[in-house]
């Protein structure tokens, strides 16, 4: 693809702060930026002889926004237990065992399935992210990095403070300033004061973001509080990371004390609906957060507690579970909820200068979708419009036809332009069978039953 060329023919969503739509809408990309929006016909004309995607049928919208997840690759593995019981039996284990080819075969397997369903950018908390950021330029996504950092005894196979500062030396803007990186804290469990003490420092120096877990588990919140006399969030705040630079993800458990001090420190939320569902840690109050203006994007969290990363899906669960948690049927409007999964999510990132949204200027991060579905239909644009309800109640990640990050084609008509799909299906099954043969010697002995894991 050219560097100069159009896109034309769909209902264009912009996402701007006005939410203006355009039907037979048309955008013109040149050298990886947005330069031009307006109906197809005039800019048909206008730009004459360039390239010329048909997005008839289509929807054309900014990219999703994944504000936190973990690439992985023991899908389907790791099921049926509440989170801390479920970090113990399964998930540690696969840590110890991690290798870093089998982290790059993993973060190639999870970037290309986002793309695939419509992701254009993500928050990815995982191991050996150097050769997770060689993923991310290989299949074209936009990547911020937050290194699993621990620094409590018994922690010591997870990325050191030390690690993550070379990382931000050699990677973070690299590649168009596509791949970020970010301090990454694990967990309250796996650090110590003096972590997030240092993480904020490296932070302002390198004027780069903090990522780490929120509380996600009722019984781990109330025993943070038990020893420390403080609840989580209170506890990020007395160490120094809560800004406007950092993301705190799934913060299911919150105090009003809580929401104040990520109100008032401009503290950003990934709420990660799915996985605090399966692991059956509860509902996020984000329409409380919300009100206080806290910044919210969405997460899918990763395969092993999400099993897809399909945020399409996500954003469905995201209205859906505050209805319910409220009795109330009108709360979480769906414009609300694509603007958290776009534009919001780019804010929490700091990017929303740069993509979550079409306008003149920003980069052309951007998908399409088929709304030529027996799923999506009718389709409506009058006094019916119906287009952004389908797509957060309707659409499926199936449904993107086109992928365009920085400007440039990463998915066409469905087919992964950057890397060939199966590839990375065939490399993610081997390095799986591997990573949970070598799992086994590291699952305490109270979950093994005649040599199985149970």
């Known amino acids: 693809m050219d560097d100069r060329y159009l896109i034309s023919g769909g209902i264009v969503l912009t996402l701007n702060q006005q939410d203006e739509m355009l039907v037979n809408g048309a955008i013109f990309i040149e050298k990886g930026r947005i330069a031009d929006i307006g109906p197809a016909a005039v ?28 690439s992985g690759l023991i899908r389907g593995t790791a099921e049926d237990l509440p989170v801390f019981e479920w970090l113990t039996r399964y998930v540690d284990p696969k840590h110890r065992a991690l290798q870093k080819e089998e982290a790059y075969a993993a973060a190639r397997l999870s970037y290309a399935e986002g793309i695939k369903s419509g992701t254009t950018c993500v928050l990815d908390m ?60 694990e967990h309250l469990a796996y650090c110590t004061e003096g972590a997030y003490r240092e993480a904020a420092r490296i932070s302002d120096k390198y004027d780069t973001g903090i990522h780490t877990h929120g509380e996600e588990s009722l019984a781990m919140s109330q025993k943070v509080h038990e020893k420390y006399g403080r609840w989580p969030v209170e506890l990020f705040y007395d160490r120094g990371i809560l800004s406007s630079r950092t993301v705190l993800a799934h913060c299911v458990w919150m105090q009003e004390s809580e929401l104040d001090l990520l109100s008032k420190t401009k503290t950003s939320v990934a709420h990660c609906p799915v996985s605090n569902l399966k692991l059956a840690s509860g509902i996020a109050p984000i329409i409380e957060m919300q009100e206080r203006g806290i910044t919210v994007g969405i997460g899918t969290d990763g395969v092993k507690e999400n099993n897809n990363l399909d945020m399409m899906e996500e954003m469905k669960f995201v209205p859906l579970l505050q209805k319910v948690r409220t009795y109330d049927a009108r709360v979480m409007k769906a414009e609300k909820v694509l603007r958290m999964a776009t534009i919001e999510g780019a804010k929490a990132l700091g990017l929303d200068r740069e993509i979550g949204s079409i306008e003149v200027g920003k980069k052309a991060d951007m998908i399409t979708i088929d709304f030529r579905k027996l799923h999506l239909t009718p389709v409506l644009t009058e006094a019916y419009n119906n287009i952004v309800s389908n797509l957060v109640y309707s659409a499926q990640g199936s449904d993107v036809r086109n992928v365009i990050v920085d400007g440039k084609l990463i998915m066409e008509n469905r087919k992964l332009i950057t890397v060939d799909e199966e590839e990375v299906r065939e490399q993610g099954q081997q390095a799986a069978e591997q990573l949970l043969a070598r799992r086994e010697a590291y699952i305490p002995e109270m979950y093994r039953f005649q040599g199985e894991t149970v």
Request: hydrophobic share 40%; glycine share 8%; charged share 25%.
């Open 126 to 185: 995982y191991r050996f992210v150097h050769r997770c950021a060689d993923a991310a330029e290989e299949t074209g996504i936009r990547a911020v990095f937050a290194p699993y950092v621990a620094d409590r005894q018994g922690y010591d196979y997870f990325e050191t403070l030390h690690d993550n500062i070379r990382l931000i030396e050699d990677r973070h803007g690299s590649v168009n300033d596509r791949i970020h990186i970010w301090v990454g804290l």
């Open 43 to 70: 800019l048909q004309d206008k730009y004459r002889g360039v390239p010329d995607i048909n997005a008839s049928g289509q929807v054309i919208m900014p990219g999703l926004v994944n504000l936190h997840m973990h």
